[in-house]
């Protein structure tokens, strides 16, 4: 009865988000109110309009209660498409449910074909902890996929509806934290409904009140705010009926039929006519009495139908609510008719459950109507009959049972829990499982002391595998003190392998140390993987700010590593590889043809991974790497794992630039960060692989946000994770990279005294140093700094006479050309080039390559071999170095190599005092006689930078002014003669 009225705002809105989706930008829509204000009405005449123009609606529902299965609203809503692909069990059970949701998103966004997608879920307020994750996930992503995604909840207000006992999502913490990430979403809308106006409840109680009027027929509407037939109920009802019911539109259609049903409003000559009084009229004082009320005159069959009816939750069947109510079919079918005459009850879609409650608030009502111990009973009974019917449906049994506690023998109803439980787990909803274990720990009796262990052992991995990191140790502590050791240390490698997939290491950490002191001192499987489970790193401070501090790795204990490998599966030998051990490239070689042999994905995308960072980061085997990191995405889109597919783009993509296809590894990186943004929070690779590959990539195109990559980076290295990452040395030196780029010299010349810090103590093997070398001296010469070269320079020495692996740029001597360079050995930065260019170019790292032709151009003075380098660096699509090139801003790098007055060359020359080879050259030229302004026109310098010289240079040799500095150099023969200069 009675069609949508004073909603026609909200229609036009919800059309536009329909326009803008056909165009390709989609929407994400919010409908909120209290109970009965319409929220499922607009959103169904919508539906209808949407239809009509040949667009896809799909549409789900949340119900209440603890029976809804596994992403419920989404299994009906996608239905039509096939439903949720939960896929196989290759992958760990954190990224398995990130595949299903990253699945469901693809094929939403693949269904609309230009016609625009409609995606509907109603009452999010009911909706499991599971279902608002994968709202959220497509939510974030609606936008640019095209989807509109609308999704209802309620809002209640009991001083306006009258309405008792409804929770608020104040309370539910995962209703709340969604709604914080929508309102993110550019274009978010935001739909309030509130309760009709005086004359929308005339027009509404006019179509409420029959299918006939002054005014037609009662045809649907098709636009939600045409004109009605209001003067066909007395405006003094229309006024007392909207005092009494805020203009909540069920609320007063539930008066309006209370109203006919008792006689007080009849129809005489086409109009509503009543002959009682409206202080007579009784209405009720909520919408819940307003519908008992009505209940009472059903007869008595009916509302026996209905109660047994309230305790169940989704949709209906006759013949189990039947046997609930103890009714016969005949019955049963006439209290069906009736409460479908009168509206209690509506059909549905569903052919197995037809019938459906018109509306919660009905359900409620009655609900609330049966006291606590006929509530039990009929619950117990409801039970009884779903055993017999539905034996396999075990949430919906497990719901009456739960529901029936306070009578005996609801422990029956564990074996049900234990199986939905399962199901959710196998489905990847890991927040349905955790709830249904809850449950089960809920109907145990006291002294079930073997069941009690198992429920707990199951419920602690279900907490972990929902990354529960404050829950999950609690329940697993729980459950040791009731399981044997063997027992008890198996469940702590579980619980812990599946909370070191986001949980902080803080949540796990110290169950590792719990399940070995049970293993005690058996060296078997169950020890190994403890033994690996927490990475060896040490912490290593730079020694120059309290802020700078990394992790250095040690290594697995051997005989843990040598278990795994002699009696583990694929995947303990996968997890025995030591990610940041140096390898030679033999070694990596072996490991690769190892890793081709296994058939588990998961060892193999881990194997492949590492694999490939040692050619990239320890061997500067770039093409090599490539290859790897090809294979890697292959296998990562066979198995649906986002993070091999985010690990595999954003290696790709320094590869790729390291090549020299620039454009190529943008469009990885992009893809990458796409990637990235999917991922749970806390997962390492938010930064490590996008943000650090950005600058690199940055770098290799000289062009970025570094301002803004370099705060990143600098926040991240002062929190807690970078005392613990391997990889964190690099940051530093990058984040150095990024401060010279955006002008911010000092700060850049602070981080490489850190990293020249962290390079004095750590080993020219351990992970990354080769790198954060590497970056360090680029800082350097992007400076044109050859005191901060000097910092440098002695961990350059003891890297290469130890044969420390090239890093990611294919050579320490490019890095050695540049540090000569700036310190004057022209010479001998030619001679680094010219072995840096062989190496670069064996690795595959073309633009590497074209930077070190750059640099000896430059550095030699060199015009042909810079018009050669320049044509390279066109070829590679690196604008950014190329213009740099032909600019002046390189000449502090060619100065470096500049003979003095005398035609020395500097690098020959002593260097008393500490003195850099740029402050000898300095020093020489003061004592000849020149000024500063001489000084720096000679070495193509700017007058502040020799002035800082000649500063330093006093500080060092302690002189005080010009006389003394001229002194010391004529003492250490320093002093150059006036050269002829010509004008």
């Known amino acids: 009865m009675g069609g949508l009225v004073g909603r026609g705002s909200e229609l036009a809105l919800l059309q536009d988000a329909l326009e803008r989706a056909r165009s390709g930008q989609g929407s994400v829509v919010s409908i909120s109110g209290e109970p009965g204000v319409g929220k499922t009405a607009l959103c169904r005449a919508f539906a209808e309009m949407v239809a009509s123009t040949g667009a896809r609606v799909l549409w789900g529902a949340c119900f209440q209660g603890q029976a809804q299965p596994s992403y419920g609203p989404w299994v009906d809503a996608m239905a039509q498409l096939g439903g949720i692909d939960i896929g196989t069990g290759q992958l760990n059970p954190r990224e398995a449910r990130l595949r299903v949701f990253a699945s469901a998103h693809d094929t939403l966004a693949s269904a609309g074909g230009g016609t625009g997608t409609v995606v509907v879920i109603d009452d999010l307020h009911w909706a499991t902890a599971d279902s608002l994750e994968l709202y959220g996930y497509v939510a974030a992503r609606a936008v640019a996929a095209g989807i509109v995604l609308i999704g209802t909840y309620r809002d209640p207000d009991p001083a306006v509806s009258g309405i008792s006992g409804i929770a608020g999502i104040a309370g539910d913490t995962a209703l709340v934290a969604l709604l914080g990430s929508l309102v993110r979403i550019h274009g978010y809308l935001d739909l309030r409904l509130r309760g009709l106006d005086p004359t929308g409840v005339g027009r509404y109680l006019a179509r409420t009140f029959g299918e006939t009027g002054a005014r037609g027929t009662g045809a649907r509407s098709t636009g939600g705010d045409e004109p009605a037939g209001t003067d066909e109920v007395p405006p003094a009802v229309v006024r007392a009926v909207h005092e009494h019911t805020a203009g909540n539109p069920f609320y007063v259609r539930e008066v309006a039929r209370g109203l006919v049903e008792d006689g007080k409003l009849v129809r005489r000559d086409g109009r509503w006519l009543s002959d009682t009084s409206v202080s007579t009229l009784g209405i009720p004082a909520t919408v819940r009495q307003a519908v008992r009320a009505r209940v009472g005159g059903l007869a008595p069959a009916t509302r026996s139908f209905l109660q047994a009816a309230a305790v169940f939750s989704g949709d209906l069947r006759l013949a189990t609510v039947g046997a609930v109510a103890e009714l016969s079919e005949a019955a049963a079918l006439d209290a069906v008719d009736q409460a479908l005459a009168t509206g209690f009850l509506r059909r549905t879609a569903n052919v197995g459950a037809p019938y459906a409650f018109a509306h919660a608030i009905v359900r409620d009502a009655l609900a609330d109507s049966i006291n606590p111990d006929r509530a039990a009973r009929l619950h117990r009974r409801a039970a009884d009959v779903l055993e017999g019917e ?221 694999v490939g960072r040692d050619f990239t980061f320890r061997h500067g085997r770039i093409t090599v790497a490539t290859d790897c990191y090809r294979e890697l995405l292959a296998v990562g889109e066979r198995v649906g794992s986002v993070v091999a597919r985010s690990e595999a783009c954003s ?333």
Not at 691 to 699: D, F, K, P, R, T
């Open 390 to 610: 539905q034996p396999t449906d075990h949430a919906a049994v497990a719901e009456q049972y739960l529901r029936s506690r306070a009578l005996p023998g609801a422990e029956r109803g564990v074996v049900h829990c234990l199986h939905a439980a399962a199901s959710a787990s196998r489905d990847h909803a890991h927040g349905q499982a955790v709830r249904l274990l809850g449950n089960a720990l809920d109907l145990l009796p006291a002294g079930a002391g073997n069941e009690r262990a198992e429920v707990l052992r199951r419920l602690a991995v279900a907490q972990a595998e929902a990354l529960d990191g404050t829950r999950a140790p609690e329940t697993t502590r729980r459950a040791l003190t009731l399981l044997d050791a063997v027992q008890g240390a198996e469940l702590v490698v579980h619980v812990v392998d599946a909370l070191r997939e986001g949980a902080p290491a803080s949540a796990w950490e110290p169950l590792v140390g719990d399940g070995l002191r049970l293993v005690g001192d058996d060296r078997n499987l169950t020890w190994a993987r403890l033994a690996v489970a927490v990475d060896p790193v040490d912490t290593v401070e730079s020694g120059e700010t309290a802020w700078v501090r990394v992790g250095r790795w040690r290594e697995y204990p051997a005989d843990a590593v040598a278990l795994l490998r002699a009696h583990g599966g694929e995947d303990d030998q996968a997890r025995s590889i030591e990610p940041f051990q140096p390898r030679t490239v033999e070694q990596t070689q072996a490991l690769l043809a190892r890793v081709h042999s296994w058939s588990s994905p998961r060892a193999v995308m881990r194997g492949l991974d590492l």
């Open 651 to 983: 290696q790709l993509a320094l590869c790729t630039a390291l090549a020299g296809d620039v454009a190529a590894a943008h469009g990885h990186l992009e893809r990458a960060f796409g990637l990235v943004e999917g991922l749970w929070s806390g997962h390492r690779r938010h930064l490590l692989g996008t943000v650090s590959h950005a600058v690199i990539l940055g770098y290799v195109a000289r062009d970025a946000d570094w301002s803004g990559l370099g705060a990143r980076l600098g926040d991240w290295l002062r929190g807690p994770l970078a005392a613990k990452a391997p990889f964190a040395n690099a940051f530093v030196a990058l984040a150095a990279l990024c401060h010279a780029f955006a002008g911010e010299r000092d700060t850049a010349r602070a981080r490489l005294r850190d990293v020249a810090g962290l390079l004095a103590r750590m080993s020219p093997h351990d992970h990354s140093v080769a790198g954060m070398l590497w970056f360090g001296i680029a800082t350097a010469w992007e400076l044109g700094d050859p005191e901060a070269a000097g910092w440098l320079a002695p961990a350059l020495d003891r890297h290469r006479t130890s044969g420390g692996p090239p890093g990611p740029m294919g050579s320490t001597e490019h890095g050695a050309g540049r540090v000569a360079a700036l310190l004057g050995d022209r010479i001998g930065a030619a001679e680094q080039f010219a072995v840096a260019r062989h190496a670069t170019t064996a690795g595959g790292g073309h633009a590497v390559r074209a930077l070190v032709d750059v640099d000896d151009a430059i550095v030699r003075a060199d015009p042909m071999a810079l018009d050669t380098a320049l044509r390279a660096l066109d070829r590679r699509a690196m604008p950014g170095w190329a213009a740099w090139a032909r600019s002046a801003d390189h000449q502090a790098r060619a100065g470096a190599g500049r003979r003095t007055g005398r035609g020395e060359d500097t690098s020959t020359r002593p260097r008393p005092a500490g003195l850099t080879p740029r402050e000898v050259e300095v020093l020489g030229l003061l004592a000849a006689g020149r000024t500063s302004k001489e000084i720096a026109a000679d070495l193509v310098l700017s007058l502040l930078t020799v002035n800082r010289h000649v500063a330093n240079i006093y500080t060092k040799i302690g002189a005080r002014n010009r006389a003394e500095a001229t002194a010391f150099a004529i003492a250490h023969g320093l002093s150059a003669e006036p050269a002829n200069r010509t004008t």
